[in-house]
């Protein structure tokens, strides 16, 4: 997979995600309507059978979905029958209200499935499905698609946020190893400001209208591996206020790296300079050695095509490469706090096919076809997924961390509030780090 897939794909997921909270409202409002009349699944001849999917993948992602499913759905005599929309979230809606419904919708964000669920729409899935989620994911993946007791849906892949990137070469120089908690993180930090006399630390918030979810994203990931998980779920919510002592808890976690001059910007200027800076320039002073260490998702991989090393040549991302990348140490010693994205699949009927299809979807057989596609921009939460048969040793990574059984994952915390508290969030964080005090800034 090229770098700039990488970037695309996430990217593309980031703003659907925040287009995803304004269109629950909407979708709120479909129970009102006549019940859903049945499924647009097609019987052919010899019994062959079409399956209608709708979802938010266009272009060459939509390419690599025909391909995964293409083997299987030869051998099951079943089509699928994918369309694609960029503005999913604002017409799958319009589908619910209407009742202008395909078989199988993908979502890419829990509160829009939610919200559809709720409409009364959406089928539980069938108990080979349901068999096959539980099998294949964690629970607190099985969550994002359970409501009242229920299964209504599958996940389907995935994306990792919260990841430190460095030259390894520099820290076997340095004597500085892979941090295992957030405070020895901060330590390394300063081990390294002490050894080169400068700013090892650099981030950019700059994202025009959007600018500052970078420091969002950051905040999200400390407050998970900080607070744990049902504070995180409570203040995704609004019941646990920005106010509350574990957010103010976070807040100064992160102002420990962030506000703290000797540690950045490195490359850039001071620490109001982050805001200024635009997040995906990191890369570049990360390439050359005047960064040690950047926080920023799988993504930023993209952004190291167009860099060079301080030899002059394109840096290679691995292990032992010119630059690599760890997932962010928790806060508590032990614990594998990770924040990132996903996409769901949820049934609109019950009908045999569609039901075949949903199960197919949810299995190691899929998630393992899907990433082995040429070129795949996808990876999966999926036990069964083998990591090894992904090429990129990045993606890899992520997809073994997914995978461990000691991962506590969730959602980005602004992908999943409501578009205005985000928005108010991402100015905050901006404010906070212009020099605004903390109390006032939340």
């Avoid at 419904?101 to 539980?124: E, Y």
């Avoid at 924040?339 to 039901?355: E, L, R, W």
């Avoid at 990591?387 to 059984?405: G, M, R, V, Y």
């Avoid at 212009?434 to 109390?439: C, R, S, T, V, Y």
Wanted: glycine content about 10%.
């Amino acid at each position: 997979m090229t770098a700039q897939r990488v970037f695309s794909s996430n990217a593309r997921r980031r703003t659907l995600a925040a287009l995803a909270v304004t269109a629950v409202g909407t979708i709120a409002l479909a129970g009102c309507t006549t019940a859903n009349p049945g499924s647009t699944s097609t019987a052919g001849s010899s019994g062959h059978q079409t399956v209608t999917v709708y979802g938010p993948d266009t272009g060459t992602e939509a390419t690599e979905l025909n391909a995964s499913w293409a083997a299987w759905s030869k051998a099951n005599n079943i089509t699928i029958n994918y369309t694609g929309d960029g503005n999913f979230t604002t017409n799958i809606a319009t589908k619910i209200q209407g009742n202008d419904l395909p078989d199988i919708g993908m979502f890419p964000q829990p509160g829009l499935l939610n919200a559809a669920i709720q409409s009364g729409k959406v089928s539980t899935v069938g108990t080979a499905t349901e068999a096959s989620v539980k099998k294949n994911f964690s629970s607190d993946w099985q969550g994002y698609v359970t409501s009242g007791g229920k299964m209504y849906g599958t996940p389907l892949d995935a994306s990792v946020k919260g990841f430190i990137w460095y030259t390894p070469a520099d820290f076997t120089k340095w004597g500085v190893t892979i941090p295992k908690t957030y405070a020895d993180l901060v330590s390394d930090i300063g081990q390294i400001e002490a050894k080169t006399g400068t700013a090892p630390f650099c981030a950019g918030f700059n994202s025009g209208t959007a600018s500052g979810w970078p420091g969002a994203d950051f905040l999200a990931e400390v407050v998970l591996s900080s607070a744990g998980p049902t504070v995180y779920d409570s203040w995704v919510k609004g019941k646990t206020k920005f106010t509350d002592a574990a957010i103010d808890k976070a807040f100064t976690l992160l102002g420990q790296i962030l506000q703290n001059p000797k540690y950045v910007n490195a490359g850039f200027g001071n620490v109001a300079s982050i805001n200024s800076t635009a997040f995906g320039d990191v890369a570049a002073k990360v390439a050359n050695g005047s960064c040690a260490l950047t926080n920023q998702a799988t993504f930023l991989e993209a952004s190291f095509a167009t860099t060079k090393t301080a030899a002059g040549s394109v840096p290679k991302v691995g292990p032992s490469a010119d630059v690599w990348a760890f997932p962010l140490p928790s806060v508590k010693a032990g614990s594998n706090a990770v924040v990132g994205g996903g996409d769901f699949a949820a049934a609109f009927n019950s009908k045999a096919p569609t039901q075949q299809v949903m199960t197919y979807l949810s299995s190691a057989d899929w998630a393992n076809s899907l990433i082995t596609v040429t070129g795949a921009s996808f990876i999966s939460a999926n036990k069964g997924l083998d990591a090894s048969k992904e090429t990129d040793p990045l993606l890899q990574s992520a997809i073994k961390t997914l995978q461990s059984p000691t991962t506590t994952f969730r959602f980005g915390a602004d992908d999943a509030m409501p578009t205005v508290v985000e928005n108010a969030f991402w100015k905050g964080i901006v404010d906070w780090t212009n020099g605004m005090p903390q109390a006032q800034a939340e």
